[in-house]
Every structure is written in C-alpha cells, then in structure tokens.
C-alpha cells in the first residue's frame, strides 16, 4: 500500500510528519534505539564493558519488533566476507520491512577510523597520520574512498572522525586524533566530513567534547577544563566541521566536564550545538553512555531515569543497543514525567536522515553481487600509499646519514616493531581490532596485503645483507633478546632500530582506546634495547613506529638519524623503506611536538607565558625534543620577501600575508609553510604562539612559489573576560616558517577601532593561493 511517507515526490519534512503521526510511543521510541547483533558472541571487548552490557542484549527479533533506529556494526563485529555481510544486512533489514507495521529499515552504522573496518578492507593510515600530511585534499580523497567502499554494501552512518584535540600525550586515543593544535584538526577533519558526506555516508564527528583532557590521561577520567580552554582549544574542530564540512551527526563524550557528563548536558549538545551552531542533525550516544550515566557517572538511579536524562539533554539515538531508550523510558512518557513532545523532537532528525538517505524509497541494501566484492582495490592502495609516504617524518639526520646509499653492505634490521605489519595499525583498524579475537584466521595475516617494514627494506636494497633481530617485546619485560640484538648490530654497517607501539584495546596493547600510558617512556624494555644498540658503536638510525609522541630527548643527539611514523597502515612498510632508501623524499610533519623527557606531562605547543621553560623559576624545562611543525627534507628550502597587504586592519578586515618559498636543494621536496599569529597584549593570557593556515608545497629544484594568505580579522578572536569571543585592538605578531620554531620570517600588524563580538557567522579558516614560478636560469 502506498503512503505519504514512502513517496519520494513529497517534501521530506511531509513525509516525516505524516510517519510520526502514524506511531505509537513504542515505534517511536524504536526509532531511538539500537541493535548489535552477534555481540554475546565476541570473545574480547571492542567497546568500554561490553562483556557486562552485551549479558542483557535481546535477541534481533525481540529488539526489532516495533522497529529500530540503528544497526551496530553489521560488518565490523566479526570477520565476514563482503558478500556475505552484504546477505547478511539485507537478511537483517528484510526482517524490519516485512515483520514489523510500518515497515521502517535501520541506518547500519561502521566504524570508520582507518578506514571501513570490516575484514579484507584498506587498512590507511591512523589519524595522527592523517594529520601529519598537513594535506587535507588528500584526506578528503582517502574519505571519499572510505564512504564509497561503505555504501555499496549498504552502509549508512560512519563514526569518524575523532575532533578531540589532543592535551595530554599519555592518553590512549591520541593515535585517533588529528594532533594538539585546533586549526589543523578542525581543517583535516571537515576534509574527511566532506569526502564521506560526498559519497552519501553520514559522518559523525566525536567525542562531543572534552574527552581528550581528562585528567593523568585516564581513558573516561574526569575533566578539569575551564570553559574558556573549552571554548578557545576544545570546540573549534567541531564547529569547522559541521559549518564547513557538513557533517550530519555528533557523538557525545563519556567524560564529565567540571561534574557534569556530556550525555547529560543540555547546555552543550543543545544550547551550544543547535541553539548557538544551528545544527540539524542527530545525536547519537557513545557506546553505552546513557547507560554510564548510572552505572559509572552515578548522576542516574535507574535506566529509565538515565534515558530522560540523555533525551532532555539533547540525545536523539541510544548506541550500540537499546538499555535506556526502551520500556523504561516508555514508562516516564506515559507516567508523565518525560514529555512526548521530547521523543517526537528526536524521532524527528532520525526519520529525516531515514528519508534523506532513500531509505523509505525502497530496498535499503544493494542487490546481491554476482562476483565477489574488492574493499582493497589498487585505487585504495594507491591513496594508502601516497598518505603513508606523505606522513613519514624526519625529524633527525646528522651528516646526512639518511637516505642509505646505495653502496651500504650490511644493514641490522632490529626491533619488535620491525618484522611486524599489524604494528601498522591503529587500534580500530580490523587487524588490531577484531582478528586478534579470532585466532583461527589471525593466524594466516591481517587479511590484505601488509609487508613489514624488514621485507619492505629487503625488497627495497636487494644488494645489502639485512640482517633482523627483535631484540625484545613491545610490551613485555622480556630482556632475553637483547644480546642477540647487539651482535647483529656490531657486524653491520649500519643499525635501523624500529621500536614504538603494537594497537590495542583496553590495555592489551600500547596505544589504544584504554591503553594510556603512565608516562611517555618507551614502552616494556625499548628504552634498553635503544641504548644497548648505542653502545656498539654502530650508527644507529632510530625508526618510532607508534600512534602516540614517545620522549626521544635522550637520543636525539645519539642517534645518526631519527624517523617518525604514526600507525602508517597496509603500505606504511613500503613508504618507510622508500624513505630510508631515499626512493622518497619524507615531507610529513608532527602533529604532536616529540617530548625531551618522559615525564612532566601535560603540555602541548600552545601555551602562555607561563606555561614554557621558565629558567629561574621552575627546575623542569618543557622544551620538546622536537616542535610541532617539524620535518626534515632530503632537500632544502629559502623563505624570502614576507610582505602584508596592510599594517592596520579594521576589526572586521582582512590582511594578505605572502611570502615566497624557493626550493635550493637538488631534487624534488614538499614543504609545509606554516603561519604562525602572536598575540603580544591582551585581557587574558594567551598562546606565544599559534597556528593560523599553513600550505604544503611541493616544488622542483630552483622552482619557487608565492605563497599568500588571506587572514580575516576573525582568525585573531579568542574568549575575552565576559566569556564572549572577541577581536581585540592591538598589535598581532605575524610569523611564518617550517615549524613553531622554525620561524624564517617575521612581521606584524595592528588590528584598529573598537573591539568586536564575533559569533557562530566568524570567518573560521586561513585561504591560502600557490603559485608556482618554473626556474628561468641557473639557481
């Protein structure tokens, strides 16, 4: 029978409201909530207390009888086929069609961090990677990739990307993150938001916010944040992306701010995200953080009371199954404690995203496919591979001890990251994720191809002997390789030392949801291992494979060179190899500063005053080991001829700042010019400095380019003493150069006129033009 609401001819918004007007409060509430099924069946938790929720999860039937909002993770729960998941979905969406009234399909939702993970899928690079590019086209592209792979298989919503911004290296989830400085997060971010909203997924921006900033780096620790950091460092990412990315749903955070836990705030996810942002879309919970707000918040004592409390602050879906959002919050409608009203609200933005992803058109999944289905295609591949070359970073290269020539004989191969592919990986990637539960198929590899960095390397110089030894665990205090190591190292030419993380969940691994660290030491006996390969004299090149900064300040003179890669996924051995062989040139830089010392924590780049060496006054110095910003090239680069279009702007005007960046080495390099703002005087403390655009760049011998920025007054606002943001008058120290330290050029100007209110409308980006000169002559 034909309806009102299965009519793709009528306006969304009529087909929403003849639907609504159709349910009863149990289709409604069905609408708000989840199912994952096969969860009893996973061996190891992949979500925080899964085992302990999972005990109370009805079977499918059961949980779908009125309907259902969401699908959890119908490919990504356990290994599956595509084919198969695909048959499989439909069988599940079959089900909601034909067995309940109306007749309504689920949004099947994914994780989608490192790409679709579900098995045989591309494995990209994890987050901080992403970040380390400075390359937000291509990350658009990877995304674009991501979503297309998830929808043609019947895929709907993507729980990417993480806009936490990193404030503290110890924390587990920094590998997922886009690194410590706002403006980059919030750029690469709604990169990735616009390449999965291209292909029709809807991208979910999270941990809606704060949960990066939690104390001692504790994954679900309180969070002792005033609001102005809230405002200045912890929300600008979220409003970039939705505003400029278009991203169509947010997740809350676990954490409490200052006592009150983000599932429960209504000041945030209403009055900040949709009365201040006008946001239109959904908001779907954490895994069980409706839940937790009894269970482990303890500001709930019953289920029930937990779901009003969520829906009143502005939840609209209960992931990953449905605990509160069911019968008990049935009971409040009907006893009347919990207005109708706020369930209608929420059903609302779910069947408008049920319309506008075609769902009320027809069938919901692809038809089945008459071959199998390739989610590692070269296409994917080839954008895995110019990520993990683009991230790779040199931070250290004394007397040009990099790229090896091509006349080295002998090379130790040693480390236990170094033989090693799914230390690759990021936690939520497949490898890391799932197989681990699932020896029987762990056993035969990742599932796609993934060669180590020792193969990679052995592959890269057939001429040398490359010799490996593990030396020791990643994680375990196990010494008894040591000695071996050193003997390999003693009889080579050179050492490479490839030590740092192996991904995991909740402490079965070193980085990781749940994997935080007690400082920022190597982990188990890496440390050891490094300093017994010093000792032998041989030049040691040290390669850290890892998803967080590990303290490197003890090395950094010791080592010939030094080469940093965050979780750089199913090509990442190849594009070290490449980079150590000099096949390529390395152009990524850090998205995290690398810390001197393992203690001391937290602190990031962005700082006041106060908050860097004060000789003097404090006996800790803070001065990283490397800056954020930095990266060597096996090229070189000249900034010339800084020049600003203005010396006064108007607190509502624009200033060009340009320079020009000349490659003076002999091949071919990418550099990332970054511009730096200062902000000398003003009514409360703020950063030395901080990041305001930035352009990677990439140029020939003697080839040149002019660079220019286009910075609104706006870029300059911060949260002034009334708790409003502002643009001060005053003066702006401009700076601009390859890192926060590496400043080339410096320059001011001075914002003019009374000062200015700026709101949700303020310019929040940095345009950038290139333009390349080809050399003319002799350079």
């Known amino acids: 029978m034909s309806t009102v609401w299965n009519d793709p001819s009528r306006p969304r918004d009529e087909r929403v409201e003849a639907l609504l007007a ?34 109370h999860a009805e079977d499918y039937a059961q949980a779908g009888k009125n309907g259902l909002g969401h699908l959890t993770r119908p490919f990504g729960t356990r290994p599956v086929e595509p084919t198969e998941g695909v048959r499989r979905l439909r069988e599940l969406q079959r089900a909601l069609i034909e067995d309940t009234r109306l007749g309504i399909p689920a949004i099947a939702h994914e994780e989608c961090l490192t790409g679709f993970t579900t098995y045989r899928a591309t494995v990209y690079p994890a987050a901080i ?47 997922e993150t886009l690194g410590e400085d706002p403006y980059l997060v919030g750029m690469v971010g709604t990169s990735y938001v616009r390449g999965l909203e291209s292909a029709g997924i809807i991208a979910t921006l999270k941990h809606f916010a704060g949960y990066s900033a939690s104390r001692a780096a504790r994954n679900h620790a309180p969070v002792s944040m005033g609001r102005r950091e809230f405002a200045d460092v912890i929300l600008p990412p979220f409003e970039m992306a939705l505003r400029d990315g278009g991203a ?72 990953p199954d449905t605990l509160c959002f069911g019968e008990p919050l049935a009971e409040r409608v009907r006893d009347g404690e919990v207005p109708e009203d706020l369930v209608d609200r929420a059903v609302r933005r779910v069947l408008r995203q049920k319309v506008e992803l075609g769902l009320l058109d027809g069938d919901p999944v692809p038809a089945m496919p008459d071959g199998p289905i390739d989610l590692d295609p070269a296409e994917n591949r080839e954008i895995a591979r110019r990520l993990a070359e683009h991230s790779i970073t040199l931070l250290a290269n004394r007397d040009d001890a990099l790229p090896l020539t091509a006349g080295t004989r002998s090379i130790a191969v040693i480390g236990p990251c170094a033989d090693d592919p799914y230390a690759f990986f990021g936690c939520y990637a497949f490898p890391n994720h799932v197989l681990p539960h699932h020896p029987e198929l762990d056993q035969d590899g990742p599932g796609i191809q993934a060669p180590s960095l020792l193969a990679a390397l052995t592959a890269e110089l057939p001429n ?29 030419e050179v050492c490479v030392a490839v030590v740092g993380d192996r991904a995991g969940l909740f402490g079965r691994g070193t980085s990781g949801e749940g994997c935080d660290a007690p400082d920022l030491s190597l982990p188990g006996v890496q440390d050891e291992l490094v300093e017994a390969l010093l000792a032998t004299g041989t030049p040691v090149i040290l390669v ?9 300040g003890p090395y950094a003179d010791r080592v010939v060179a030094a080469v940093q890669a965050f979780f750089p996924g199913e090509e990442g051995g190849a594009a070290l190899a490449g980079v150590l062989s000099g096949r390529i040139n ?42 954020f910003g930095h990266g060597l090239s096996y090229t070189t680069f000249a900034y010339t001829d800084l020049a600003l279009s203005s010396v006064e702007i108007a607190a509502d005007g624009e200033v060009e700042i340009a320079c020009t960046v000349r490659n003076t080495g002999d091949r071919r390099g990418a550099e990332v010019v970054q511009l730096y703002l200062g902000d000398p005087v003003a009514q409360v403390t703020r950063p030395l400095l901080q990041l305001a655009g930035f352009a990677r760049v990439e140029l020939t ?46 320059g001011g100007f001075r914002l003019t006129g009374p000062a200015r209110h700026a709101g949700h409308d303020r310019v929040l980006h940095t345009p950038v033009d290139v333009e390349v000169v080809r050399p003319d002559g002799p350079f």
């Open 129 to 175: 990677a992403w970040a380390a590019t400075f390359d937000p086209a291509l990350v658009e592209q990877m995304a674009r990739a991501i979503g297309r792979d998830m929808r043609r298989v019947g895929v709907h919503q993507g729980l990417s990307p993480v806009l936490d911004v990193v404030r503290d290296y110890r924390w587990g989830r920094v590998e």
């Open 586 to 627: 390395p152009s990524g830089r850090l998205p995290v500063q690398i810390p001197a010392s393992p203690g001391g924590q937290p602190g990031t780049y962005l700082h006041p005053p106060l908050g860097g060496n004060s000789e003097g006054v404090s006996n800790l110095d803070p001065t990283p080991a490397f800056p």
């Open 544 to 552: 850290v494979v890892s998803g967080r900064p590990y303290a490197l």
């Open 22 to 55: 159709e349910m009863t409060l149990e289709e409604k509430l069905a609408q708000l909530g989840s199912a994952w099924v096969g969860v009893e069946r996973i061996s190891g938790n992949v979500a925080p207390m899964q085992d302990v929720f999972a005990r």
């Open 464 to 492: 040398a002997d490359v010799r490996h030894a593990p030396g020791c665990p990643v994680k375990d205090e196990d010494r008894s390789g040591i000695d071996a190591a050193v003997a390999a190292a003693r009889d080579a």
């Open 701 to 746: 011998p003697g080839e040149q380019a002019r660079v220019t920025f286009r910075l609104h007054a706006d870029r300059t606002s911060f949260t002034g003493l009334d708790m409003r943001r502002v643009i001060e008058p005053g003066e702006m120290t401009v700076m601009v150069g390859a890192s926060s330290t590496d400043i080339h050029l410096r």
């Open 248 to 319: 169509r749903s947010v997740m809350n955070s676990y954490a409490d701010v200052d006592g009150v836990p983000a599932g429960a705030d209504a000041s945030l996810l209403t009055g900040v995200l949709r009365d201040e942002w006008g946001f239109a879309g959904t908001v779907v919970s954490d895994y069980w953080s409706i839940a937790f707000l009894q269970t482990m918040h303890r500001i709930a004592e019953t289920p029930g009371q937990a779901g009003a409390r969520a829906l009143r602050a502005g939840i609209d879906v209960e992931l």
